[in-house]
């Protein structure tokens, strides 16, 4: 089965311009997650989606992050303006059954962004 | 609130040689313990996990962890590690209630051929 798909990989923008990711999740899987993996650290959620409703969004920069996940398929997430502190990976997993109960979450590949 | 530490950053073995990397977590109620592991240029994946019953799990390739709830531990083993295990290992705790996974800060192994 085709894996959690992200794009782009790799993006590299300077302080105060916008930037936006996109995540794929595995066809069928109703719960994705974004990541945040600064360098040195373990990845940390930043927002949580069941279809297309909020689960968990409490570690998420409001006043300038925000994700949306229209017809609870596929989602984007946006930086607007970015920080030199939001140069990380973010990362996109998805897993098939609500979250309570035994299930794994699949990761993509990431998208590295550079804030200079 | 919750947390996961991992004891040790850096680590750098022999091939053949022996492996255990702790993880301690701070929770009291129901968890499920993870640990995943990221190959240079790979994504993240699953090694192994616990969610109930023996708490000696066996993971892919060799490893495997044991859950020991008196310390609040689920420390990641493998008796002979390969230059191919040279990766990052990440461990990480599910809260059982509202599902939120805590990962550690990693673990960089290294295996010296």
């Known amino acids: 089965e085709a894996g959690v798909a992200q794009s782009p990989r790799y993006k590299i923008i300077e302080k105060r311009q916008s930037v936006a990711f996109w995540c794929n999740p595995i066809?069928?899987?109703?719960?994705l997650y974004w990541y945040q993996q600064i360098l040195g650290q373990g990845p940390k959620l930043l927002i949580q989606?069941?279809?297309?409703?909020?689960?968990?969004d409490s570690q998420l920069p409001k006043d300038r992050f925000s994700a949306e996940r229209l017809k609870g398929v596929d989602s984007t997430l946006k930086i607007q303006p970015a920080k030199l502190e939001d140069s990380a990976v973010y990362l996109c997993?998805?897993?098939?059954?609500?979250?309570?109960?035994?299930?794994?979450?699949?990761f993509g590949p990431g998208t590295r962004l550079t804030v200079l | 609130a919750q947390s996961v530490s991992q004891h040790n950053h850096h680590v750098i073995l022999s091939e053949a040689a022996s492996l255990e990397l702790g993880c301690n977590y701070s929770?009291?109620?129901?968890?499920?313990l993870f640990w995943y592991v990221q190959y240079p240029g790979q994504h993240l994946q699953l090694l192994l996990k616990?969610?109930?019953?023996?708490?000696l799990v066996k993971g892919i390739k060799g490893f495997e962890a044991e859950f020991i709830k008196s310390k609040f531990s689920f420390n990641l083993r493998k008796p002979s590690v390969q230059w191919s295990d040279t990766a990052e290992y990440f461990c990480?705790?599910?809260?059982?209630?509202?599902?939120?996974?805590?990962f550690g800060q990693g673990t960089t192994l290294q295996v010296k051929p």
């Open positions: 929770y009291g109620g129901t968890v499920n």
């Open positions: 990480a705790v599910k809260n059982g209630n509202t599902g939120k996974l805590i």
């Open positions: 997993a998805s897993s098939q059954r609500p979250d309570y109960s035994y299930n794994e979450q699949f």
């Open positions: 616990y969610f109930s019953g023996d708490p």
């Open positions: 989606f069941q279809n297309n409703g909020v689960v968990d």
């Open positions: 066809s069928g899987h109703a719960t």
